[in-house]
């Protein structure tokens, strides 16, 4: 605009009035219109002597007023999550975080192993022990709680080539004074190597029905809680194998605290996330129950 020639200022029509008092404007001095003299180039405002330049003039001012204000508003929109809450992945808490995001809306098939449900949460307990491949202590530089890191002991599709395999077949691992993986156990965990090691998830139906502890709790707990709670040296000094412990960690609060993570209680298991609300669930109505021995 600073390239305007002066002389143009002094054309008609209502464009170039516009074009004329922006040049102005930004000259900081009014020098157009048919009957300025210099005397009157003192300040801006002084030459609005027209009903028309008053209201040119507002105009203008409106629209750069919001320009300014869209201008303010745009950065604040690139704040705005991209996806909803719902769709955003979240770890289930605890050290269990992965990279990549677990499709949990699969039904759970009962040929599958899954990492999420079984193959997490029976490490977590038998091998991310206090003092062994936690995430305090990692011995030798193993830590079994979280995908990532199990992975490292892990060849997808071949058992006899992964370490984490390998070390529980030939009895080396647990070591023998603490609980070992059943056949059973050992099995699942071939299967899962064997089915490419997934990072994989499933939702199942929650049956509530018929909860007993040795058809329900015991499994449970043998499963995610007695890597911890079993053997001669079971820690907290809390056997879970036995019915009479059970009962009494269920009776004074301190199992249903625990496991719903309630503040005062020790969160369980103390790795690997929350137990899935089902488990929980079973639990409570268990001991709700008055924890029988049935
Ligand atoms: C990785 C080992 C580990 C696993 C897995 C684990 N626990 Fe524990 N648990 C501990 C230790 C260690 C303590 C005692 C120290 C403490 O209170 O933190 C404990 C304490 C407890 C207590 C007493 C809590 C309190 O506040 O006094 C209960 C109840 C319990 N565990 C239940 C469970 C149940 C049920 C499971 C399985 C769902 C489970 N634990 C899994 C290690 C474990």
């Known amino acids: 605009m600073s390239h305007l020639p002066r002389q143009r200022s002094r054309s008609v029509g209502p464009f170039s009035r516009l074009v004329e008092f922006c ?14 003299t210099p005397e009157h180039d003192t300040s801006l405002f002084d030459h ?34 991209l996806l909803p809450p719902e769709q955003i992945f979240t770890s289930e808490g605890g050290t269990g975080g992965t990279a990549e995001p677990i499709d949990t809306n699969v039904y759970c098939d009962p040929d599958t192993v899954y990492f999420q449900q079984t193959i997490l949460p029976m490490l977590v307990t038998y091998c991310a022990t206090p003092g062994c491949h936690d995430a305090i202590s990692h011995e030798e530089g193993v830590r079994l709680y979280d995908y990532q890191h199990i992975m490292q002991q892990v060849h ?4 006899g080539h992964s370490d984490l395999y390998d070390e529980v077949q030939d009895g080396d691992m647990p070591p023998n004074n603490s609980p070992q993986l059943s056949n059973a156990q050992q099995q699942l965990l071939y299967d899962w190597i064997m089915q490419g090691a997934q990072n994989n998830s499933c939702e199942s139906t929650c049956n509530l029905d018929n909860v007993t502890w040795s058809g329900t ?12 709670h079993g053997g001669s040296n079971p820690q907290g000094s809390l056997s879970l194998n036995s019915w009479s412990v059970a009962n009494t960690v269920a009776m004074d609060g301190r199992l249903a605290g625990a496991v719903q993570h ?26 709700q129950a008055g924890a029988p021995n049935n």
């Open 217 to 228: 709790i015991l499994p449970l707990f043998e499963l995610k809680c007695n890597g911890c």
């Open 23 to 36: 040049y102005a404007a930004l000259r900081g001095r009014a020098s157009f219109g048919p009957d300025r």
């Open 48 to 81: 609005m002597s027209t009903r028309s330049e008053r209201t040119l003039t507002f105009t203008i001012i409106g629209l750069f007023v919001m320009a300014v204000m869209l201008m303010l508003m745009l950065p604040s929109c690139k704040h705005e999550p």
């Open 262 to 287: 309630v503040v005062d209680f020790s969160a369980m298991p103390p790795s690997g996330g929350m137990l899935p609300q089902c488990d929980i669930d079973k639990i409570l109505i268990w001991v």
């Open 156 to 159: 997808p599709y071949d058992p």
